[in-house]
């Protein structure tokens, strides 16, 4: 399994706007990705409503993670990551 565990970089959090960016590029990573605050339990990242359910706040840490043992997972949690820690607009297109 891979994880990555980062601050969220939005100010307002995994709130709507920002969820919405999230989840798209968690479904468009290629590769099935759960998103947790540091102690809770995983949910499914292509969720909108699995990650609202978070309610995670800005500059809460959360885990990102991965089964998927393809090469391209490592890649996909590393971007999914500069997404959340830097509150991006969209997805990078490089690491």
Same mark, same amino acid.
């Given at each position: 399994?891979?994880?990555?565990?980062?601050?969220?970089?939005?100010?307002?959090?995994?709130?709507?706007?920002?969820?919405?960016?999230?989840?798209?590029?968690?479904?468009?990573?290629?590769?099935?990705?759960?998103?947790?605050?540091?102690?809770?339990?995983?949910?499914?990242?292509?969720?909108?409503?699995?990650?609202?359910?978070?309610? =995670?706040?800005?500059?809460?840490?959360?885990?990102?993670?991965?089964?998927?043992? =393809?090469?391209?997972?490592?890649? =996909?949690?590393?971007?999914?990551?500069?997404?959340?820690?830097?509150?991006?607009?969209?997805?990078?297109?490089?690491?």
């Amino acid at each position: 399994m891979a994880e990555r565990r980062v601050n969220v970089g939005w100010a307002e959090g995994l709130h709507a706007r920002p969820a919405s960016i999230f989840v798209r590029a968690a479904t468009a990573a290629g590769v099935p990705v759960t998103i947790a605050k540091a102690d809770g339990s995983p949910v499914n990242a292509a969720s909108m409503l699995a990650v609202l359910s978070l309610g =995670a706040t800005g500059g809460e840490e959360i885990v990102l993670a991965t089964d998927s043992g =393809a090469p391209e997972a490592e890649v =996909a949690l590393d971007r999914l990551a500069k997404l959340v820690a830097e509150g991006l607009e969209e997805l990078p297109e490089t690491v």
